[in-house]
Nanobody
Framework: QVQLVESGGGLVQAGGSLRLSCAAS????????MAWFRQAPGKERDFVAG????????NYADSVKGRFTISRDNAKDTVHLQMNSLKLEDTAVYYC??????????????????WGQGTQVTVSS
């Protein structure tokens, strides 16, 4: 099993930046594909970005492509989401997720085995 704890959320003005972090513990971090999802009020949980075990492969939702960057540090058991040029529609609770395996980056939440508690990101005008 792996435990995930997100941090770095907050309030930011449109056009600004935030960097989310997810710290993993409890199991070998490099055995997991990692991803970020988000859920806005009244909406489903949506895929944002994912990364393979060694960082060689990444995948992004079209809505964040070119603005967000996912990265991981296997030596520190962490995954990050750098969010630039934030928009009002990026407001959501952001969740870190882990999927057993090294390469397949699923875009559906049932593909992931472990979840963090979420961190709120609010973008204001």
């Amino acid at each position: 099993q792996v435990q995930l704890v997100e941090s770095g959320g907050g309030l930011v003005q449109a056009g600004g930046s935030l960097r989310l972090s997810c710290a993993a513990s409890g199991s070998s971090f490099s055995n997991y594909v990692m991803a970020w999802f988000r859920q806005a009020p009244g909406k489903e949980r949506d895929f944002v970005a994912g990364i393979s075990w060694n960082g060689a492969s990444t995948n992004y939702a079209d809505s964040v492509k070119g603005r967000f960057t996912i990265s991981r540090d296997n030596a520190k058991d962490t995954v990050h989401l750098q969010m630039n040029s934030l928009k009002l529609e990026d407001t959501a609770v952001y969740y870190c997720a882990a999927r057993s395996g090294k390469y397949y980056i699923g875009r559906d939440s049932p593909a992931y085995d472990y979840w963090g508690q979420g961190t709120q990101v609010t973008v204001s005008s």
